[in-house]
């Protein structure tokens, strides 16, 4: 692998072998293309591939392996680069792969609820592909209108409504992947469980260091026969909080159980011209999904819990116009951002749920004392946190403030029982605390994990587990802004 | 038969017999030893894992039992791997939770055995299964180093899920020793939704699982055979016999013996010697068992 990038008459040559192998207007090279794929939505490193190919098919994916195995040239997956940790960065002197032109649904079959389909073919597609069959596939991140499902399959990809569903993991019945001697496996059947080792289970999240993922067979959830949504506003952010641990305490799984704060409501009032109460300081939105009676049910549960809060608000659904409404702040919120600075980083903590109030708490004192913005977005329901950290990257100092912000609040999760990462990955951005999450031995088990996979490092090298060769020389590239 | 007996009572005690003793089996309670795939025909007895196994040592899990932690309020249990199951069930019921498991054969076993066989609820339709339930493990390798994976956080997807690869091991790849599982409100508990036609006993069980377009017709084939049979998950319990096989399905199947091998693809089966290999290398634990696979 080398270590420093090629010059350019040696990565024009690269892009013509592989031009040669896939065919014309399959390779980019040109230095704004390089450019445009130089981060993904984890924007403060950034990594000029030395070329990017647009394979269309698994055979593609494996002769372009082939030949990177060939040449000791490093390769990189890449989606939609909607990943928030730096996971889709190219190595240093790196061959980047994109899916954006495997975007084939492949198969469908409806009475085993099933479909087959191809990595960039993007999420919400998938959904709207079998909606006529009353179907659809429930991971559903809030990028999912642009994410890919091979970007889902490698980050193991939640979204609002996995709090009820589950995430990635659980709907996706099988993989065809290129391995990293470029040759073409299935992992997994139709038929989930069963006996033998969940290769599967592994292999999904881990952030394409183990192979190039090329399809997937994904389990279809029927679409619920009722749906009720409900947000709520509240005077404290601890009066919401302390909604959601009582919600969760009593038993109910709502399908999804946000939240979202001051800051966010701030943003989207400007954006969108949401008007909130007067006073309110956090929002909950909180969907019930299902048979018709027992929805009925935890409705009424929920509005219990929420006025023994005292809710100021609450507004419930009349139709799909109002629900799709009511969403506006969870699902735009960090668009909107956009408009209170120019620079947005979004942190993605876990906690156990009952330590919210606490978390939240500590979340706006490292705020002050760093002196950034943090406004808070967030799966509630399951402990996972957005805390969403605004500054302006053209100043270095409030990027510093920004990377050190959020690594103590990452250090606060650990702290509470948590975890560093609920749906965005380690990529590069968090691999410098695994070590304080896992211990040595922890990462050594990981390590040992991905030999069984991935014993070279030319498959998307020195993400998760720093410990391969040049790793050093990659996180100084990578991490040049953010150190 | 069994020469030294391992019976662990702390995760100190455990990684110290580990790392010095040799090859070794290691056991939960003993009950789910009747799936074993090696061994002769006919040699599964519940209470009979020391004629079943013909290996030196062997390392029982019960005494390293009871909950470490539980936090009802995020429903989250840590317990250690030799607890049985319905002493979990019991002690997690004085706090109103439960783990949602239903198996034809009630609550037998320990929580590490039943980990390392991952054998299909009756409820994952509506409730999952061990995979999605396990949340994170405390794990001790042949060489007794001692290995944290996963959190106690309901979601999340930091580093590699190592825990998963344990499910379904069989023991071979490392040894269960803590586990962090997620729990329901009992009250929020469903009853299974399977037929019953007739009882079934450990030591003949046969668990199939096929696509919902051939579920009717192994149903329709077992109809003179006891079992269970879930629609929701496609899943037949039944005593052992000869049933059609359909594409994409799957068996297990009690007693011992290569008859219980289900065939893996050569990519399979060269990733889980390496597994094998890169996890226990000196091949300590439960030796066979995965080579067999």
């Known amino acids: 692998m080398p270590l420093t990038d090629p010059d350019s008459r040696t990565e024009a040559r690269w892009a013509r072998e592989l031009e040669s192998i896939l065919g014309p207007g399959q390779v980019l090279a040109t230095a704004s293309a390089r450019k445009a794929y130089d981060c993904d939505a984890y924007t403060i490193d950034k990594s000029k591939p030395s070329v990017v190919v647009l394979p269309e098919t698994t055979e593609q994916v494996r002769d372009v392996v082939r030949w990177c195995n060939r040449n000791q040239i490093p390769y990189t997956p890449r989606g939609a680069g909607t990943g928030l940790s730096g996971g889709a960065l190219a190595a ?382 990659h996180m100084r590239r990578w991490r040049g802004a953010a150190w | 038969m069994v020469n030294t007996l391992l019976e662990p009572q702390t995760l100190e005690e455990l990684a110290d017999a580990v790392r010095d003793a040799g090859r070794m089996e290691v056991l939960g309670s003993g009950s789910h030893v009747a799936f074993d795939v090696r061994g002769p025909e006919g040699c599964a007895g519940l209470d009979d894992w020391s004629v079943a196994l013909g290996h030196p040592t062997v390392l029982m899990m019960h005494r390293l039992s009871g909950i470490v932690e539980h936090h009802p309020e995020d429903m989250v249990v840590v317990v250690r791997a030799g607890t049985r199951l319905t002493d979990l069930q019991n002690s997690l019921a004085e706090r109103g939770q439960c783990i949602p498991w239903a198996s034809p054969l009630g609550d037998i076993g320990t929580v590490g055995g039943l980990l390392a066989l991952g054998p299909p609820n009756g409820l994952e339709a509506r409730c999952g299964g061990w995979r999605d339930w396990c949340l994170g493990m405390t794990i001790v390798r042949p060489d007794g180093r001692v290995a944290r994976s996963g959190s106690q956080a309901v979601k999340s997807v930091a580093g590699y ?74 899943t037949l319990w039944s005593a052992d016999s000869e049933l059609p096989r359909f594409e994409h399905d799957w068996v297990m199947r009690a007693g011992c013996g290569p008859r219980n091998l289900e065939p893996f693809d050569a990519v399979h089966t060269g990733w889980m010697r390496s597994a094998k290999k890169l996890l226990d290398p000196e091949g300590k634990l439960n030796p066979g068992a995965l080579e067999a696979i």
């Open chain 1, 92 to 473: 240093i002197g790196g061959v980047l792969i994109s899916t954006k032109r495997m975007t084939k649904i492949l198969e469908t079959d409806l009475p085993n609820r099933c479909l087959r389909a191809q990595a960039g073919a993007v999420n919400k597609r998938i959904s709207e592909a079998v909606a006529h069959a009353g179907l659809h596939f429930a991971p559903d991140p809030s990028s999912q209108t642009v994410s890919t499902l091979g970007g889902n399959i490698a980050e193991n990809s939640g979204g609002p409504h996995t709090l009820k569903y589950g995430v990635t993991v659980q709907h996706v019945l099988a993989l065809t992947m290129v391995d990293v001697d470029g040759e073409i496996v299935q992992v997994g059947s139709k038929v989930p469980g069963g006996p033998g080792l969940d290769l599967l289970g592994v292999l999904i999240g881990s952030e394409g260091t183990m192979g190039v993922v090329t399809e997937a067979w994904v389990r279809l959830t029927p679409n619920p026969a009722k749906v009720e949504t409900v947000l709520a506003s509240f005077a404290t952010v601890r009066d919401a909080t302390q909604t959601v641990a009582d919600i969760i305490a009593a038993g109910t799984i709502p399908a999804a159980l946000e939240m979202m704060d001051e800051g966010i409501m701030k943003a989207v009032s400007l954006a969108f011209g949401l008007v909130y109460p007067e006073g309110a300081k956090a929002l909950l939105l909180i969907e019930c999904d299902g048979d018709p009676r027992a929805v009925a049910g935890e409705m009424r549960t929920v509005l219990d819990i929420c006025a023994n809060h005292g809710a100021m608000d609450v507004a419930v659904a009349a139709d799909e116009a109002e629900r799709q409404k009511l969403w506006t702040a969870r699902k735009k919120g960090i668009g909107a951002m956009g408009r209170i600075a120019p620079t947005i980083v979004t942190q993605d903590g876990v906690i156990p749920r009952s330590k919210l109030p606490e978390m939240l708490d500590r979340i706006t004192e490292v705020a002050a004392r760093r002196g950034i913005g943090i406004a808070n977005i967030f799966h509630a329901g399951d402990g996972n946190l957005h805390p969403c950290m605004y500054f302006d990257d053209r100043d270095p100092a409030q990027v510093e403030a920004a990377v050190a912000a959020g690594e103590e609040i990452l250090e606060v999760c650990l702290d509470l029982g948590g975890s560093l990462s609920g749906e965005h990955g380690i990529g590069v951005e968090k691999i410098g605390l695994m070590e304080r999450m896992f211990g040595r031995e922890g990462l050594d088990l990981m390590m040992d994990v991905r030999r069984i996979f991935n014993d070279g490092d030319l498959c998307n090298p020195c993400k998760i587990l720093p410990n391969q060769k040049g790793c050093v020389e």
């Open chain 2, 161 to 234: 899920d190592v825990h998963k690869l344990m499910i379904g091991a069989r023991g071979t790849l490392g040894v269960i020793a803590e586990v962090i599982l997620r729990t329901l409100p009992l009250g929020a508990r469903p009853e299974p939704t399977w037929s019953v036609a007739g009882s079934l006993s450990a030591s003949e069980l046969r668990i199939q699982r096929t696509l919902a377009t051939d579920f009717a017709a192994l149903l329709s084939a077992a109809r003179d055979v006891a079992h269970v049979a879930d629609e929701a998950t496609c």
